[in-house]
Nanobody, 126 residues
Framework: QLQLVESGGGLVQPGGSLRLSCTAS????????VGWFRQAPGKGREDVSC????????EYADSVKGRFTISRDNDKNTVYLQMNRLKPEDTAVYYC???????????????????WGVGTQVTVSS
């Protein structure tokens, strides 16, 4: 069974950090582009960051540039999202998605064709 599992969410104070993980089971992430998306209450799903299969192409939403970093560890079959200097407006459920043979922008491809995890809650609040 193909499955993506997000982890690492939680409650953090403004200015703090979290690292999210997206781990695949039943298939290898090495052959997939992977992306992170988020959805806040009452809002649509928003692109956060994506990484190509090789890691050579990376996309960031303007709202997270300079604060978030996406990376992949193919040995661990995991893609990470390091989130620093978190703000209350980063509060959302964070989802990862993966897909093969992705075209650019990767976020558009994954929205249309990606396989999705169930999400992990990130709450930024004092």
């Amino acid at each position: 069974q193909l499955q993506l599992v997000e982890s690492g969410g939680g409650l953090v104070q403004p200015g703090g950090s979290l690292r999210l993980s997206c781990t695949a089971s039943g298939f290898s992430l090495n052959t997939h582009a992977v992306g992170w998306f988020r959805q806040a209450p009452g809002k649509g799903r928003e692109d956060v960051s994506c990484i190509s299969m090789s890691g050579s192409s990376i996309e960031y939403a303007d709202s997270v540039k300079g604060r978030f970093t996406i990376s992949r560890d193919n040995d661990k079959n995991t893609v990470y999202l390091q989130m620093n200097r978190l703000k209350p407006e980063d509060t959302a459920v964070y989802y990862c998605a993966a897909g093969r043979n992705a075209y650019r922008p990767i976020s558009t491809f994954l929205r249309r064709y990606g396989d999705w995890g169930v999400g992990t809650q990130v709450t930024v609040s004092s």
